[in-house]
């Protein structure tokens, strides 16, 4: 075991704080991780003030990790010291079911180890994980992503939940050209949304509310606005899309959204709001449209997202933050006053 310092949160209502713990040293196929950065997801903030419950306190978030390599176990051949590399939201998985044969270890049948808040079977049964906000971790190899080096590694860092996030519904439902897609929600999921549907070829357009957002969204790749508080804007872009990304972390009015889709066409959540999203069942089966869900991606598909990130040059619009100024992140995030994702510097410990 080895000392490692970090950030924590103690309780829901409580503000964050250093924080020392014991980090198991490396097994044969574990991987040492030096963090250079670590990005700051909506999901870290849900789990740090409970609002999905269930959080183990003392808990230390972060789940979007770019670092480099200083110690491999006795095993590992796909990694060495000095390496450049990423750690997203999984840790680990039983390997053995279906879904981690298919390469979908997000839905591991048996229940994956998150990269923290997660009960770590490689410590034992009253041992938590402990995330990114911290000088090091160590990892399973199988669960470690190589970054390509042309990418800026701040920028990239969201890459690891942001970005596997909407790259994998957009593969999966066949983003490219030919076809219409929209992007619900202009914040850290979907401005990745956009770049990512528009490297692919897609024809990309941003659904937002606010009006101040629509010259950023044409620069970072969407090729209309669709402003849907305006009555007139969407009933003109009524059935239009093939397919809607919907990014969206709070209550909305998901019928609104499903209206803008052609028959057959999908809309996937992969925001995640608090509570339960109402929807009308005729707005789905007077056009044979799909409601669907999808949540990160397997670790194939994730090494895949930053090979293309890589070859396209895309990473997220970030704002460099101390590690001491995550309380004043949170409080901006939960005003939408980012563009687009904070990151840590853990320099700043």
């Not at 279906?98 to 009253?126: F, H, I, M, V, W």
């Not at 160590?138 to 996030?165: H, K, Q, R, S, Y």
């Amino acid at each position: 075991m080895f000392t490692c310092d970090a950030f924590a949160v103690d309780a829901a209502d409580q503000t964050f704080h250093p924080f020392t713990f014991e980090r198991r040293d490396p097994l044969d196929h574990d991987v040492d991780i030096e963090i250079l950065y670590c990005g700051v997801c909506h999901s870290d903030l849900h789990t740090a003030r409970s609002d999905w419950a269930g959080t183990i306190y003392p808990c230390v978030p972060g789940h979007e990790i770019v670092g480099k390599v200083r110690r491999v176990g006795k095993k590992v051949t796909r990694f060495k010291e000095g390496d450049t590399v990423g750690v997203g939201c999984m840790v680990n998985s039983c390997g053995t079911c279906d879904c981690c044969r298919a390469g979908l270890e997000q839905y591991c049948e048996k229940g994956n180890t998150l990269t923290y808040n997660s009960p770590d079977p490689e410590t034992g049964k009253d041992r938590y994980t402990f995330g990114g906000y911290s000088k090091r971790i160590v990892v399973n190899d199988n669960f470690v992503l190589a970054v390509p080096e042309n990418l800026d590694l701040a920028g990239a860092a969201p890459l690891l939940c942001a970005g596997i996030t909407t790259y994998s519904p957009l593969r999966h439902w066949k983003a490219g050209k030919g076809m219409k897609v929209g992007v619900a929600g202009l914040g850290g999921l979907g401005h990745m949304a956009v770049k990512l549907a528009h490297a692919m070829g897609a024809d990309v357009t941003m659904l937002t509310t606010s009006p101040s957002k629509e010259a950023d969204a044409r620069r970072l790749g969407a090729h209309h606005v669709v402003l849907t508080r305006d009555s007139e804007n969407l009933a003109k872009a009524a059935k239009t899309l093939d397919l809607i990304i919907d990014t969206i972390a709070a209550k909305h009015n998901i019928d609104a959204y499903l209206n803008l889709l052609k028959v057959n066409g999908t809309l996937v959540q992969v925001g995640a709001p608090a509570e339960p999203l109402p929807v009308g069942v005729f707005n789905l089966i007077t056009a044979r449209r799909s409601l669907a869900g999808s949540c990160i991606g397997g670790i194939a598909e994730t090494q895949e997202m930053l090979d293309f990130c890589g070859k396209h040059n895309i990473t997220a619009d970030i704002e460099l933050i101390k590690a001491q100024e995550i309380d004043k992140a949170y409080e901006r995030m939960l005003k939408s006053d980012v563009k687009y994702r904070f990151v840590i510097d853990m320099a700043s410990f």
